[in-house]
């Protein structure tokens, strides 16, 4: 069984630019989120998706969107970088409607740096 | 706004030491779960907690939640340089999201 894998692994953007970062979840997980984790920091919530739909979103502004694709893979989309931006981004995958036990699976990252 | 408050933030101690992190909320959790991350990776789940008062062990770790279900430790006992890493605990909460609190960076010297 395959893990969370990300897309890319390391990025550098200059303030302004636009970024997609990609994750394909791991097999047989339907729910896709996104998490922000700062230098030194816990990870913030961004959204959760299910169905192809946002279903549940953190405190960050509208320029942060993501999408879901039918196989359950998503992207997370960052307009008008800005240097606080700078962070790891981190997806996880759950099996929606399954008891909490089993947690949520997470891939390694992409590493965004905002010059 | 669910918060959660990790401590100590950092911890430096030598092997066959005892320690223990704490994760405290003024919220309630339907769970709590802790998370080891090590540099460059996602962090990889340890054990969900649940039930108030629930009691987890995994080898040298013990987990527990309190009775509210607002706080949660973790006790690693005669730790070992293979324990060194980010700590992290997080409540599954409303809005179909993980709380994370700051993580305890522990390393464990030889």
């Known amino acids: 069984e395959t893990g969370v894998t990300q897309s890319p692994t390391h990025l550098i953007k200059t303030r302004g630019q636009q970024v997609t970062l990609r994750c394909s979840s791991q097999?047989?997980?339907?729910?896709v989120s996104w998490y922000q984790q700062a230098l030194g920091q816990g990870p913030q919530f961004i959204f959760q998706?299910?169905?192809?739909?946002?279903?549940g979103r953190g405190n960050f502004p509208p320029r942060f969107s993501g999408l879901q694709f039918p196989n359950y893979s998503s992207e997370l989309n960052v307009n008008a970088l800005e240097l606080d931006d700078s962070a790891l981004y981190l997806c996880?995958?759950?099996?929606?409607?399954?008891?909490?036990?089993?947690?949520?699976?997470f891939g390694s990252g992409t590493r965004l740096t905002v010059v | 706004t669910q918060l959660l408050e990790q401590s100590p933030q950092f911890l430096s101690i030598q092997e066959g030491e005892n320690l223990t992190v704490y994760c405290n909320s003024s919220?309630?959790?339907?769970?709590l779960q802790w998370y080891r991350q090590e540099p460059g990776e996602g962090p990889v789940l340890l054990v969900t907690?649940?039930?108030?008062?629930e009691v987890k062990k995994l080898k040298r770790l013990t987990f527990q939640f309190g009775d509210a279900r607002k706080d949660s430790s973790l006790h690693i006992t005669a730790a070992q340089p293979g324990d060194t890493g980010l700590y992290l605990c997080?409540?599954?909460?409303?809005?179909?999201?993980?709380?994370f609190g700051g993580g305890t960076r522990l390393m464990v010297k030889p």
């Open positions: 997080a409540g599954d909460g409303a809005g179909n999201m993980l709380t």
């Open positions: 907690v649940v039930t108030g008062g």
């Open positions: 097999s047989g997980h339907n729910t």
């Open positions: 998706y299910y169905r192809e739909e946002e279903n």
């Open positions: 919220s309630v959790f339907s769970s």
């Open positions: 996880a995958s759950s099996p929606r409607g399954l008891p909490p036990l089993h947690g949520y699976t």
